[in-house]
């Protein structure tokens, strides 16, 4: 049954996804649309919310990115067997997201000094209190957020990359069991080769 995934070129949201496929060793098509130019009405109307990313698989259509990852994970290890242990997976993937859109309200932002107080925050505050928390969790349990790799990780690294090419740092840096957890996911098989091949993201600029 054909797999398609499409998404812009750029990390964010698409790229622990892709990383996921890549893992898994799922054959897809990794179809990127050009953020420079989107939205392309043609596309954009026949989408089921107007938003990507959108995963194909034969006649059937999935949105939501986080519903993406957990499912493509399916069958796979990245699923703690453990129903407790499930929640806990999708709870962290969650606050991981909550973050996401802290920054995202900063790349919307279109009044100079209201981004420039946002940027602010993100770096005094938002970060610290978000990526601490991760941290302590991940020390916690062995390295993991439940205490072996799960698709929860994949999100992490995903998230940490975007956010490092939008705010141009290394978040991971100053949290040294993140740092470890990404580097593990991006030398993993399949997703080491992926980056290698895919070559370097440039930040779109915000219409």
């Keep these: 049954m054909a797999k398609k995934l499409h998404y812009f ?7 622990p996804i892709r990383y996921i496929l890549h893992y898994t060793k799922q054959e897809f098509e990794d179809i990127r649309h050009d953020r420079e130019t989107w939205p392309k009405p ?6 089921p919310y107007g938003q990507l990313p959108l995963y ?5 259509v999935l949105h ?33 997201y909550d973050f996401w859109q802290k920054l995202m309200a900063y790349r919307r932002e279109k009044d100079p000094e209201k981004q420039k107080q946002l940027k602010k925050e993100l770096f005094e505050e938002t970060i610290d209190f ?11 349990n062995g390295g993991y957020f439940t205490g072996k790799l799960s698709w929860a990780e994949f999100v992490l690294c995903g998230i940490v990359e975007a956010s490092n090419l939008m705010l141009d740092t ?38």
Excluded: C, H, M
Aim: cysteine-free.
């Design 56 to 60: 194909e698989e034969g006649e059937k």
């Design 42 to 47: 043609e596309i954009k109307e026949n989408l």
């Design 130 to 140: 978000f990526f601490s928390r991760l941290e302590k969790q991940l020390k916690e």
């Design 170 to 207: 290394e978040i991971e840096k100053k949290y040294p069991t993140i740092e470890v957890v990404i580097e593990k996911i991006r030398n993993l098989p399949g997703v080491k080769e992926y980056i290698a091949s895919r070559g370097t993201y440039v930040l779109p600029k915000i219409k």
């Design 64 to 96: 939501q990115s986080l519903a993406i990852a957990k499912y493509v994970a399916r069958n796979t290890d990245l699923i703690p067997v453990d129903p407790w242990l499930q929640a806990v997976a999708e709870s962290t993937a969650y606050t991981i």
């Design 9 to 15: 070129n750029l990390n964010a949201l698409g790229e």
